[in-house]
């Protein structure tokens, strides 16, 4: 019984400082540049875009790997050399989505503002376009959405791209009124609105609101050029 409870202690003590060693080691190799995020601490006022194909996992079921590679390739990429065109800067892609941001509109004029709308707008007018090119390699065309918001972001940067990362309101409530537009159709959030609604060349439409779990639910509205 004596050697029992010995046994046993030797493992505790074993185990204990094992930890010990382990922690030790964390501790004295873990530096700030070790971790994956980054924080700037830097805040700034961007409108944030996103395009996201509408039901992907469905269609890209029906592929094969080439295929669907083929699919999300001709997409992503139409879309982010539009992007530029109007100054705009492509973030990140989620797969079937493309996250994007103008960095002018931190400036609150007009032109960042409106750089925004007709990039949005004119990633709509690729529709047809994008469907001839993917027909031509035997895929379905898609139907997309395209939402923007403007707000506040913090700044990041990760290790693994030289690129910054965004993080804040404008950009979670760019991905949740999203589904809101129609197929090939473009909203916009409350904050933003209040920037443009003055813009004579767009009409602005008042779509049901998203609940943020609130009183009052987030304003959203749908986006055309006059005369459309």
Known sequence: ??????????????????????????????????????????????????????????????????????????????????IPKFRGVPLKNGGDSLLFYFPESSKQRRYGFISCIECCISMLELHDTIAEDLKKQGLPAPNYRVSSDFGKVVLMKTQSSVFNDLIGPPVNMCAKINHRAKNNGYVIGGDFFEHVKTLQDYKFHQQQGFSIGLKYSYPIYSVKRNGI
């Open 1 to 82: 019984m004596g050697n029992g409870l010995l046994a046993i202690d030797t493992r505790s003590v074993d185990y204990q400082d094992s930890k010990k060693k382990i922690l030790d080691n964390l501790e004295r190799e873990m530096t700030t540049s070790d971790f994956l995020v980054a924080f700037s601490g830097q805040t700034k006022s961007y409108c944030i875009g996103l395009v996201d194909i509408c039901n992907s996992t469905k269609i890209s079921a029906n592929m094969n790997e080439k295929e669907w590679s083929k699919f999300y390739f001709t997409f992503l990429n139409a879309m982010a050399r539009i």
